[in-house]
């Protein structure tokens, strides 16, 4: 069993695009080979508000110039990946303490992984906002879910602060960036690497099992 442990955000596009890439690579391995995927929390903006901010003006914010080039890569990258990105189709970025709450919740149910990348599909490719509770019900109860069970926890504050708390100490131990992919606690990739640079991190970690 391979395990990896997976820092991500439903917010971060490159997240999108990294998942996607490594469920290729896994796909690709030979017929039998079990891996574990355990996600854990990373906020890009811890204090992103929950109604939701615009997107271009935030980026124009954080990087004094429009996104709209870098987004052209982006979306040229995740086509290559299969994944039929639009970065102008989603305008507003949300907080994701709930979106983070539930994925954290849906270990237990054994669809923790196919959950995360839902909640990705949802946000970017559907346009979706998911802070607000009715969208991730409806996500959750795909998942193994129970609909109140599921509004339970991504109004829970408690919760929240635990995501908060969890990320926190992601950055002490030194990720500063998203996605971020550590192989059997002993092989770390950051970023949407390259599908082949995924195949051969896999290949090698599996040889060394």
Not at 180 to 185: I, P, Y
Request: with cysteine.
């Amino acid at each position: 069993m391979l395990k990896i442990d997976l820092f991500s955000d439903p917010v971060c596009p490159w997240c999108l695009l990294g998942l996607a890439r490594l469920d290729k690579a896994i796909a690709a391995l030979p017929a039998g080979t079990e891996i574990e995927i355990e996600h854990h929390p990373y906020l890009l903006d811890a204090n992103a508000p929950v109604e939701g901010e615009d997107v271009v003006e935030m980026l124009r914010l954080k990087y004094g110039n429009d996104p709209y080039e870098m987004w052209d890569h982006l979306e040229e990258q995740a086509r290559l990946a299969g994944v039929d990105l639009d970065m102008r189709k989603q305008p507003m970025r949300y907080a994701s303490q709930p979106a983070q709450a539930l994925i954290a919740a849906a270990r237990a149910k054994g669809t923790q992984h196919k959950l995360a990348r839902a909640i990705g599909d949802a946000y970017y490719l559907k346009a979706q906002n998911i802070a607000d509770p009715d969208v991730l019900v409806a996500l959750a109860v795909e998942h193994g879910f129970e609909a109140d069970e599921a509004r339970m926890i991504v109004t829970d504050k408690a919760r929240f602060q635990a995501i908060e708390a969890a990320a926190a100490h992601a950055a002490q131990q030194g990720i500063r960036g998203v996605p971020f992919f550590v192989f059997d606690q002993k092989v770390a990739l950051s970023g949407a690497q390259p599908e082949e640079v995924f195949t051969k991190t896999l290949e090698q970690a599996l040889e060394q099992e």
